[in-house]
């Protein structure tokens, strides 16, 4: 099994960048991970935001990130990265970072980070 850790929220006035970061560990091949992350806002359900398949060959972006953020992997850093630009206050909202074992796209993730916190101020 993989462990997960994110890193890189913080506090963002609109129109702002963040980086997100999300490190694995254990005794696993990180590269056979599709990784996603995902939010939740308060007092709403947590949502996809962004995935890429374990091969690298494809990525998945929920609609109301597609062009602003980016999500990329670098497989011998063990990391997935979550860069968002153009950030928005509706994108305020805990991260999660999630991990399946060859997994799809959009499908049942089974390991989860504890989550970093992005806030956006207007």
């Known amino acids: 099994q993989v462990q997960l850790v994110e890193s890189g929220g913080g506090l963002v006035q609109a129109g702002g960048s963040l980086k997100l970061s999300c490190a694995g560990s254990g005794r696993t091949t990180f590269s056979s991970y599709t990784m996603g992350w995902f939010r939740q806002a308060p007092g709403k359900e947590r949502e996809s935001v962004a995935a890429?398949?374990?091969?690298?060959?494809?990525?998945y972006y929920a609609d109301f990130v597609k062009g602003r953020f980016t999500i990329s992997r670098d497989n011998a850093k063990n990391t997935v990265y979550l860069q968002m630009n153009s950030l928005k206050p509706e994108d305020t909202a805990v991260y999660y970072c999630?991990?399946?074992?060859?997994?799809?796209?959009?499908?049942?993730?089974?390991?989860w980070g504890q989550g970093t916190q992005v806030t956006v101020s207007s």
């Open positions: 999630a991990a399946d074992w060859r997994g799809a796209l959009v499908g049942k993730y089974n390991y």
């Open positions: 890429i398949h374990w091969s690298g060959s494809s990525t």
